[in-house]
């Protein structure tokens, strides 16, 4: 009788634990060299310091717990004003994984199968074809036949051949720019099924499956959410992931109520001199959360906090419990963080059904453990989930490019130096 107490308090035990709630509160882990863990006070500074960072939000996240979470230098640099914790960022790319979670959630529920035809959605993908040549005088061109159809798989892994308008290769951004493909990235004031039933009509890059090619795949994930749903993407994720898990500041329609929360957005001139984002460079004003949208991009729509993000890690980490609330099947959710690349498609890592995923062989060349999970956002937000450390940190600035973003593999190095 005893054994089956000890065995039922075990279990009771372990419940908690995985459904607890993250409190944004920070409480001192053991599991850590808080002395050699605050040395990224210290990177942080020196860099802006040299006016090579503007202000960055970090939060580290062990065993359920926040054990790291400040903000750096300043969310405007004009107005000085201080980068608080809980800055909204536009987390762009970062918007990708949470669709993919919504696409699972219909999987599990029997609505589609991974190795299912988009056509089945959306006819315009019937029969594609892929492109043969091209004239970059009028972006005219030519193409053949696909071997065979795009399935949600292939959007999933970013194996359709689909390529990215606005960031992806010269002559599939000419091709998409002649249609009036958008990238997701700013505000658009069209339709997304419009717009994807001419994506369907247009040649693939390459065909499906034969490589890894960043693209709008998951802005089609997105729209065969709000086909497959008969709701927008704003409204599922809202119901079916925001709501439940608890993420209060994770939004495609910014509320005013928060605009003061938002980072400024910053990028470089032609000397590496930090300047502001003006509202038409690369033609993305960065006013764009705040703008009332109805063309959801789920590749790039969405902006949020590094608290919030990390509960949406944090339930991946508890086998997809969270708050009590089972968001995603602990069996779907390992499929979900599984490889599932040939060698040698993306580098030394794999890629999973959303997640960039550290292969055996970087795990022995780096620091993350082989399993963990990450990707980021085009304006410079980061993150990634370590499994075997049940660990978690998010990088978050609004800084495009670059010219000094070496800080994110120094900060990396600290917190696994500090691990006891």
Same mark, same amino acid.
């Given at each position: 009788?005893?054994?089956?107490?000890?065995?039922?308090?075990?279990?009771?035990?372990?419940?908690?634990?995985?459904?607890? +709630?993250?409190?944004?509160?920070?409480?001192?882990?053991?599991?850590?060299?808080?002395?050699? %863990?605050?040395?990224?006070?210290?990177?942080?500074?020196?860099?802006?310091?040299?006016?090579?960072?503007?202000?960055?939000?970090?939060?580290?996240?062990?065993?359920?717990?926040?054990?790291?979470?400040?903000?750096?230098?300043?969310?405007?640099?004009?107005? #000085?004003?201080?980068?608080?914790?809980?800055?909204?960022?536009?987390?762009?790319?970062? +918007?990708?994984?949470?669709?993919? %979670?919504?696409?699972?959630?219909?999987?599990?529920?029997?609505?589609?199968?991974?190795?299912?035809?988009?056509?089945?959605?959306?006819?315009?993908?019937?029969?594609?074809?892929?492109?043969?040549?091209?004239?970059?005088?009028?972006?005219?061109?030519?193409?053949?036949?696909?071997?065979?159809?795009?399935?949600?798989?292939?959007?999933? *892994?970013? $194996?359709?051949?689909?390529?990215?308008?606005?960031?992806?290769?010269?002559?599939? /951004?000419?091709?998409?720019?002649?249609?009036?493909?958008?990238?997701?990235?700013?505000?658009?004031?069209?339709? =997304? %099924?419009? #717009?994807?039933?001419?994506?369907?009509?247009?040649?693939?890059?390459?065909?499906?499956?034969?490589?890894? +090619?960043? !693209?709008?795949?998951?802005?089609?994930?997105?729209?065969?959410?709000?086909?497959?749903?008969?709701?927008?993407?704003?409204?599922?994720?809202?119901?079916?992931?925001?709501?439940?898990? !608890?993420?209060?500041? $994770?939004?495609? @329609?910014?509320?005013? *109520?928060?605009?003061?929360?938002?980072?400024?957005?910053?990028?470089?001139?032609?000397?590496?001199?930090?300047?502001?984002?003006?509202?038409?460079?690369?033609?993305?004003?960065?006013?764009?959360? =705040?703008?009332?949208?109805?063309?959801?991009?789920?590749?790039?729509?969405?902006?949020? $906090?590094?608290?919030?993000?990390?509960?949406?890690? /944090?339930?991946?980490?508890?086998? !997809?419990?969270?708050?009590?609330?089972?968001?995603?099947?602990?069996? $779907?959710?390992?499929?979900?963080?599984?490889?599932?690349?040939?060698?040698?498609?993306?580098?030394?890592?794999?890629?999973?059904?959303?997640?960039?995923? +550290?292969?055996?062989?970087?795990?022995?060349? @780096?620091?993350?453990?082989?399993?963990?999970?990450?990707?980021?956002?085009?304006?410079?937000? *980061?993150?990634?989930?370590?499994?075997?450390?049940? &660990?978690?940190?998010?990088?978050? *600035?609004?800084? @495009?490019?670059?010219?000094?973003?070496?800080?994110?593999?120094?900060?990396?190095?600290?917190?696994?130096?500090? &691990?006891?």
């Amino acid at each position: 009788m005893k054994n089956i107490l000890r065995i039922i308090f075990i279990l009771f035990t372990f419940k908690n634990a995985i459904s607890q +709630t993250l409190s944004p509160i920070v409480k001192q882990h053991n599991g850590f060299n808080y002395e050699r %863990l605050n040395q990224i006070d210290t990177i942080l500074k020196n860099y802006e310091d040299k006016n090579w960072l503007v202000g960055t939000v970090v939060i580290i996240v062990k065993d359920n717990q926040v054990v790291y979470y400040k903000g750096s230098g300043y969310s405007n640099l004009l107005n #000085k004003k201080p980068m608080q914790h809980d800055a909204i960022f536009r987390i762009m790319s970062q +918007t990708k994984a949470i669709t993919s %979670l919504g696409i699972m959630q219909l999987f599990e529920r029997g609505k589609l199968s991974l190795d299912q035809n988009i056509s089945d959605f959306i006819p315009e993908f019937k029969n594609p074809k892929v492109i043969k040549s091209f004239n970059a005088l009028d972006s005219s061109y030519t193409s053949i036949a696909a071997k065979r159809e795009i399935t949600i798989r292939d959007l999933l *892994t970013h $194996t359709s051949g689909i390529d990215y308008a606005a960031i992806g290769s010269d002559t599939m /951004q000419a091709v998409y720019a002649k249609n009036g493909i958008p990238s997701g990235l700013g505000y658009f004031n069209e339709n =997304l %099924l419009s #717009k994807m039933k001419v994506l369907g009509t247009l040649p693939l890059l390459h065909n499906p499956g034969k490589r890894f +090619t960043y !693209g709008l795949n998951s802005d089609l994930l997105g729209c065969l959410i709000e086909i497959i749903s008969g709701e927008s993407l704003e409204t599922y994720c809202n119901k079916n992931i925001f709501e439940p898990l !608890g993420m209060k500041d $994770t939004y495609f @329609n910014v509320p005013a *109520t928060k605009a003061h929360r938002l980072a400024t957005v910053y990028t470089e001139d032609n000397n590496q001199k930090i300047i502001e984002w003006s509202p038409t460079f690369r033609n993305i004003d960065p006013n764009y959360p =705040l703008i009332p949208k109805s063309y959801f991009s789920g590749g790039a729509g969405l902006s949020s $906090t590094a608290f919030d993000y990390s509960i949406f890690l /944090q339930m991946l980490l508890n086998g !997809g419990r969270y708050n009590d609330k089972q968001i995603l099947g602990r069996r $779907t959710v390992e499929l979900m963080l599984s490889p599932q690349l040939a060698d040698n498609f993306f580098g030394d890592d794999n890629f999973s059904l959303g997640f960039a995923l +550290t292969s055996e062989k970087s795990a022995n060349l @780096n620091l993350l453990n082989e399993g963990s999970f990450a990707w980021g956002g085009y304006y410079g937000t *980061t993150y990634w989930a370590d499994p075997k450390e049940r &660990l978690i940190c998010l990088i978050m *600035t609004q800084h @495009n490019p670059k010219s000094h973003g070496d800080y994110v593999d120094k900060i990396t190095r600290v917190i696994y130096g500090s &691990l006891k």
